[in-house]
């Protein structure tokens, strides 16, 4: 069933460059260069994430661990960096991290199949939204919190998601309500925790968190979206009793 679902992520990664191609190819050279050297390590990123999940959860939990940390260094970092500037916004912004973070340490201990399930889900969306954002994407939803961000691309990468929620149902095998709601949340807690994180970053008048990871920037500008649809998801199995 893994190796099913291993192709379905490989169909999909297909799709998406066949995508990039369509955007980047009137592009600048350099800048074409660069998306597709973005694109590049997010299917690298992508693979040792589905591999930790699949091979060895425990690798997982230290993964989540390791973006956990880092991501409150980058958080601090820009405070840090800003004269500590905005101490009440940092403050809150904190907690605010924290209980997700939580949520996110609890969804790491979940069954492999649900993880797995909540994971390719958001990849989908997450890449999806780019590309149907740059190709059909118009009308701006957040210009000054986050301008790459279109109506276009939010209505299409989650339409995708949702739709590819039904091709994984043998990772979770609930009612279609329950699959239904739950990859919506996914969809809508991705879509928040990036917002937020753009929203930090403008804050402190910062473009990424940091230059940790090539072409993506720091932790929390890969990994927003998974700790906010991994909240969800804990939220849904201990409180919702999904």
């Known amino acids: 069933m893994i190796n099913i679902i291993y192709y379905i992520i490989l169909f999909y990664f297909l799709l998406g460059g066949v995508g990039f191609y369509f955007i980047n190819r009137k592009k600048d050279p350099e800048i074409a260069r660069k998306s597709y050297t973005k694109f590049a390590i997010y299917f690298f990123i992508i693979n040792i994430v589905f591999f930790s999940i699949v091979l060895n959860p425990i690798a997982f939990r230290y993964l989540s661990v390791l973006i956990i940390g880092v991501g409150m260094f980058e958080l601090f970092r820009l405070f840090h960096q800003s004269g500590y500037n905005h101490k009440w916004f940092f403050f809150i912004s904190s907690i605010i991290y924290g209980m997700l973070s939580t949520g996110f340490l609890l969804f790491v201990t979940l069954q492999k199949e649900l993880i797995l399930f909540s994971f390719i889900v958001l990849s989908i969306f997450d890449s999806f939204s780019q590309i149907t954002g ?11 919190t986050s301008p790459n961000k279109t109506f276009g691309g939010f209505i299409g990468g989650g339409l995708i998601a949702i739709g590819s929620a039904f091709l994984l149902k043998s990772l979770y095998p609930e009612s279609e309500l329950k699959s239904l709601i739950l990859t919506i949340g996914v ?14 970053k403008r804050k402190f008048n910062v473009k990424d968190y940091s230059k940790l990871i090539p072409g993506h920037g720091g932790f929390l ?7 906010a649809a991994g909240a969800w998801v804990a939220f849904c199995v201990y409180v919702l009793k999904f």
């Open 187 to 200: 969809v809508l807690f991705a879509f928040a925790g990036d917002l937020a994180a753009s929203f930090y």
């Open 221 to 227: 500008d890969r990994f927003d979206s998974l700790i």
């Open 134 to 144: 740059q190709l059909w994407g118009r009308k701006k939803m957040f210009p000054k």
